[in-house]
Every structure is written in structure tokens, then in C-alpha cells.
């Protein structure tokens, strides 16, 4: 526990990190959203930070893009980077 910040836990870096519950930032599509650090079904974290249901989202990690799945979990921890596209592919 940080001394300074009780609201904070120590990382594996000895960083501090927020605890579950609290709210994180990310980003998405290049704007910055706060919300509640914690697991997430894709399908409701797009509507929280305001992405149209339409649309693909993809997690940006180690600079590549992750596709999500709408029914996948996701564990938000704080800095995540998200982007939205419109859907690819579709009937022949």
C-alpha cells in the first residue's frame, strides 16, 4: 500500500496501481474516456465510451491491432488504447 496514496496498490514494477473499482483512462479512437477500472463484455464497453454498436473495436497493444469480439471480456487496468472501424467483410 502506498503511504501517500492509500488508494493505490503496488505493482510487480512498484508502481502504484489503481485498485478494482476505481476509475482508469483510456483512449479511444484518440479521445480520452475515464471509467471504472475492472472486466468488461465488448459489447457494453462500446456503449460506455460512446462507440456506435456497428462498429469494430480493436485493442492497439504493442502497436499492433487486436480485433474484440462484441461477446468477449475485456479487464480494464488503465491505458489501454482502443480504436473503432467500420466492420470488414460480409456476404459473397
Known amino acids: 500500500m502506498d503511504e501517500l496514496n492509500p ?9 502504484p496501481h489503481p485498485r478494482p473499482g476505481h476509475d482508469v483512462a483510456v483512449t479511444v479512437d484518440g ?6 477500472r475492472g472486466d468488461y463484455v ?6 460506455l465510451v ?5 462498429r469494430e473495436l480493436d485493442e ?3 502497436g499492433e491491432f ?3 469480439d462484441d461477446n468477449a471480456h475485456i479487464d480494464i487496468k488503465g ?3 482502443f480504436v ?3 466492420r470488414t467483410g460480409g456476404s459473397s
Do not use: N, T, Y
Request: hydrophobic share 35%.
Open 7 to 15: 488508494m493505490a496498490e503496488q505493482g510487480k514494477e512498484g508502481h
Open 60 to 62: 492497439v497493444v504493442h
Open 66 to 68: 487486436k480485433p474484440l
Open 42 to 47: 465488448v459489447s457494453q464497453f462500446k456503449k
Open 31 to 36: 479521445v480520452k474516456h475515464e471509467v471504472r
Open 84 to 86: 473503432s472501424h467500420v
Open 79 to 81: 491505458g489501454e488504447i
Open 50 to 54: 460512446s462507440v456506435d454498436a456497428a
